[in-house]
């Protein structure tokens, strides 16, 4: 069945050069024509992340960013026009990555056209804003964790760099099997903010050694700090490398016999392929333990300047999203 959308143009943002914060706008947009493999949502929210953050002032100058371009990795939504897929017009899906926002249009904007297999039905008695702050952060919090780190209750996790709205995912879902967590944060204020980890640690850039016990860390730092977290395992212990916090992106000079010590495990996620049955998985688990995603701040769309604001101020904790 398809849909009668009357009108032909839409609101968005479109990016074609770095744009601080202060110069994003809503303008006039085609809505898309369906094809076939690919599905039409009507946006209702989206959460905004600090990659779209990197893409909108830095990254977009790369050649494989398709100019100009919407931005946005994920969005929540209903099902406009299903085109040739099983889904059927107004049900609630969500989408994310995939090329979403860099090699084809995203989600800031009142419709997006998205390749139906990124995109996934889900059940939730959660209100547009919560769930738009589940799909990016909650599936890498949740491959970072369990597929990575094979994560049990009897851990002890390691969550550097967790004033985020990943690190916050990922305190969460940790916290609800029952593990124990040490959280860090770079700032003395915001130590407050890690009140539901068991530990909560200021980041002096040297935790190595002065951490007994733990057997999984989730780096969201990046590598600025990942060769002092391998020090910080017990034997048998994996680092899952996530994040890209610190602003250094590689690490140069890395000695792998050396720098990983003995007995210790590597690994990184990347949250480029979501799976239907993880997404699923994902929302009956916050929805059978009555978890809420922590929504940091909440825009309208036509305050998509103010949100991407709050985004390059760091000034939000926890998840800012969107709503259309
Ligand atoms: N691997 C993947 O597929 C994947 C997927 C999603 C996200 N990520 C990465 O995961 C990280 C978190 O993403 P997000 O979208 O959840 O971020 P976010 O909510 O936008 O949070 C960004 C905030 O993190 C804080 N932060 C905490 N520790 C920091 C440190 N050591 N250095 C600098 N800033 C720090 C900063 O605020 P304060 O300085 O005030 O603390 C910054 O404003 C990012 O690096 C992102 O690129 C990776």
Redesign the pocket.
């Known amino acids: 069945m398809q849909t009668t959308i009357k009108q032909t143009t839409m609101r968005a943002v479109r990016l074609a050069q770095p744009t601080p914060a202060s110069m994003v706008t809503l303008c006039d947009a085609p809505i898309p024509e369906v094809k076939p493999g690919w599905v039409l949502v009507k946006v209702k929210a989206f959460g905004?992340?600090?990659?779209e953050?990197?893409l909108r002032l830095n990254e977009i100058q790369a050649d494989y960013i398709s100019k100009p371009i919407i931005p946005g990795i994920e969005c929540v939504g209903e099902i406009a026009d299903p085109s040739d897929s099983a889904f059927r017009v107004g049900q609630k899906v969500a989408a994310l990555m995939g090329g979403m926002g860099r090699s084809f249009n995203g989600s800031y904007a009142e419709y997006a056209l998205l390749p139906t297999h990124h995109v996934f039905a889900v059940e939730s008695a959660l209100d547009w804003a919560e769930m738009a702050a589940i799909p990016?952060?909650y599936f890498?919090a949740w491959g970072s964790l369990f597929e990575c780190l094979a994560l049990q209750a009897n851990d002890v996790l390691l969550i550097r760099?967790?004033?985020?709205?990943?690190?916050y995912a990922a305190l969460q879902i940790a916290k609800a099997i029952g593990c124990t967590v040490v959280a860090t944060?770079?700032?003395e204020s915001?130590l407050p903010l890690l009140a539901g980890a068991d530990k909560a640690l200021l980041?002096n850039g040297r935790l190595a050694a002065s951490l007994p016990g733990v057997t999984k860390a989730l780096e969201?730092?990046?590598p600025?700090t990942l060769p002092d977290t391998l020090c910080c395992l017990e034997k048998g212990g994996i680092v899952c490398n996530?994040?890209?916090?610190?602003?250094v992106y590689t690490l140069n000079g890395f000695d792998p016999i050396k720098d990983i010590p003995n007995g210790v495990y590597l690994t990184?996620?990347?949250?480029?392929y979501p799976t239907a049955e993880t997404m699923r998985t994902i929302f009956r688990f916050l929805d059978e333990r009555r978890l809420k995603p922590a929504v940091g701040a909440k825009f309208a769309f036509e305050n998509i300047r103010e949100a991407c604001q709050a985004?390059d101020s760091?000034?939000v904790n926890g998840?800012?999203v969107v709503t259309i």
């Open positions: 905004l992340n600090h990659s953050q990197i990016e952060s890498t760099g967790a004033t985020c709205a990943l690190g944060t770079h700032k915001k980041d969201l730092v990046g600025k996530t994040g890209i916090l610190g602003g990184g996620f990347f949250s480029n985004l760091g000034s998840k800012i």
